[in-house]
């Protein structure tokens, strides 16, 4: 069996490589000093398409794959491990939950921002006592005749607090457990929704990473990913 590369995902890794070398690795040392997230940085790699390895082409991806994705997101972090965490992000844990369990819809209209990097996303399902023992989550979705009330809150959540888009999880049924956990897209900037930074780290300092709260938050009924319960 052969596990070379094909030209392409060599042509990506490439890419990336000299990307990182380039734009990255000359204020790399500063940039974690400062704890500064570099934007521009994340725009010019969706420029050149690098968030575009896991879409189809109708949403505006470049279907080069899964294992190109792995292999640029491997060469970002070589140079910085902060700016692998976005690129990560970015596409395999947003893009592929929408890609596996969004409507067309849902997938149309955030997809193609995504992979631009319009909107920058997070994924949040961690809180302060809840980290690999998912179901004693205490975030709640109440559902309504016209959709979803939010409470809760996240922590140690990668991406926050200059996100715009989140897939949040939360209870619909507690009686459930587990089951009854569902998966939401929640606009970062909405009534109700607080995003705050966590400075002390010991490490992945120009990576966001914090905390979010959730105050009667309106979710319309096309937020929900998948069905209710598929969280």
């Known amino acids: 069996m052969d596990f070379s590369l094909t030209e392409e995902q060599q042509a990506m890794r490439d890419m990336a490589k000299n990307f990182a070398e380039k734009k990255i690795a000359p204020t790399m040392e500063e940039d974690e000093k400062e704890h500064r997230f570099r934007k521009e940085v994340v725009k010019e790699m969706a420029n050149l398409g690098f968030f575009g390895c896991i879409a189809p082409e109708k949403y505006g991806g470049n279907e080069t794959g899964y294992i190109a994705a792995s292999i640029m ?8 491990p902060s700016m692998g965490l976005p690129f990560n992000l970015q596409m395999n844990s947003i893009q592929s939950v929408l890609l596996n369990f969004g409507t067309e819809e849902q997938r149309e209209r955030w997809i193609p921002k995504l992979i631009n990097a319009d909107l920058l996303g997070c994924f949040a399902i961690t809180e302060a ?10 975030s709640v979705a109440e559902e309504k005749e016209d959709g979803f009330i939010l409470n809760g809150s996240k922590m140690w959540i990668s991406g926050v607090p200059v996100a715009d888009l989140g897939i949040v999880y939360a ?3 507690r009686s459930l457990k587990h089951r009854g956990i569902s998966a939401f897209l929640v606009d970062m900037h909405a009534p109700g929704v607080t995003q705050k930074g966590i400075e ?3 490490g992945l300092h120009c990576a966001p990473t914090g905390e979010i709260y959730f105050d009667n938050v309106k979710l319309p009924k096309d937020s929900l990913v998948g069905q209710k319960g598929d969280g």
């Open 200 to 202: 002390t780290k010991l």
């Open 171 to 173: 209870y619909t049924d």
């Open 73 to 80: 997101a491997e060469e970002i972090a070589r140079i910085s």
């Open 129 to 138: 006592n809840s980290g690999s023992d998912v179901a004693s989550m205490k």
